[in-house]
């Protein structure tokens, strides 16, 4: 059983940063991806970003890019999410997840989910 654990959401001001941390372990297959999802109050889980299992495919939503960066350590287990220039509009519950390729993140696991709140 695959657990991931997220860290590193709270309260930021308006035009602040914040990094997101999400640590893999249990029985991972030997190559996966990860990504981050959001769901704000009253609205659909989105797609955020996403990284390959080496590291050199990312892809992110239009509506954070420029302002966010995924990356991946080189143990390759943990994933980071640094947000910059923080909307209220980014407020929502941040979702880790983990599957074989970039494009079934939705089907795969998932971590418990950290709180981001910016303020106006």
């Known amino acids: 059983q695959v657990r991931l654990v997220e860290s590193g959401g709270g309260l930021v001001q308006a035009g602040g940063s914040l990094r997101l941390s999400c640590a893999a372990s249990?029985?991972?297959?030997?190559?996966?991806?990860m990504g981050w999802f959001r769901q704000a109050p009253g609205k659909e889980r989105e797609f955020v970003a996403a990284i390959s299992w080496s590291g050199g495919v990312t892809d992110y939503a239009d509506s954070v890019k420029g302002r966010f960066t995924i990356s991946r350590d080189s143990g390759k287990n943990r994933v980071a999410l640094q947000m910059n220039s923080l909307k209220p509009e980014d407020t929502a519950v941040y979702y880790c997840?983990?599957?074989?390729?970039?494009?079934?993140?939705?089907?795969?696991?998932w971590g418990q989910g950290t709180q981001v709140t910016v303020s106006s």
């Open positions: 997840a983990l599957a074989g390729t970039i494009a079934t993140l939705n089907e795969g696991s």
């Open positions: 249990g029985r991972t297959s030997s190559r996966y991806a």
